[in-house]
């Protein structure tokens, strides 16, 4: 039976409809993490009794500090790109006068010593790179399954096409190797 199911049939006579939204919307796989308060002890969001297939692997994100200013970011790729290094996923987070651009890199040694060669300050974080499925529900199954266990997630970032079947995730957990043990089955 699907959540959605059960929901329509267990809940709807106990709660009126205003109540009952926040986890319609989960069920259906539309709600946004904080609105899914409701599922503590059932299936996580957007489960229809799929689980979703990651692959997931621990790596070595780099956080780099630049200034705000045009052509930072342009110098850093190009003194990348000339080395051969990949970025395979990149945020930025800025500051009046600074920004910290989080990203893994095909070769995250060389890259940390190419930037500190040139003058730029970076640093290793070790994140997890999980590759999974692109479609609603399936980041709120994560949070989940990392809350049950008391790991937090202290930042993600993520990307997809829109008709990508695939997304990539980055994400800090306050426990990697806990959180990996955790999500290893999904």
């Known amino acids: 039976m699907s959540s959605l199911h059960s929901f329509l049939q267990g809940k709807r006579s106990r709660l009126p409809w205003q109540a009952r939204m926040p986890a319609l919307q989960c069920a259906l796989g539309?709600?946004?993490?904080?609105?899914?308060q409701h599922a503590r002890g059932a299936s996580p969001c957007g489960d229809m009794g799929d689980q979703p297939r990651i692959k997931i692997e621990s790596v070595t994100q780099l956080a780099v500090f630049l200034s705000n200013r045009p052509g930072a970011l342009a110098r850093v790729c190009e003194e990348l790109a000339g080395a051969e290094i990949n970025i395979h996923a990149l945020s930025i987070s800025d500051t009046a006068?600074?920004?910290?651009?989080?990203?893994?890199?095909?070769?995250p040694t060389k890259a940390l010593m190419l930037l500190g060669e040139r003058g730029v300050l970076a640093l290793e974080?070790?994140?997890l790179m999980i590759e999974t499925e692109n479609h609603p529900g399936v980041l709120g199954q994560i949070a989940h399954r990392l809350a049950d266990a008391e790991v937090n997630i202290e930042y993600a970032y993520m990307a997809a096409t829109l008709n990508s079947t695939?997304?990539?995730?980055?994400?800090?957990?306050?426990?990697v190797e806990k959180a990996q043990q955790v999500l290893h089955d999904l």
């Open 125 to 127: 974080t070790e994140v």
């Open 97 to 107: 006068d600074h920004s910290v651009v989080r990203m893994a890199v095909s070769d």
């Open 166 to 175: 695939k997304g990539l995730m980055i994400l800090r957990p306050d426990d």
């Open 30 to 36: 539309r709600a946004n993490s904080f609105d899914c």
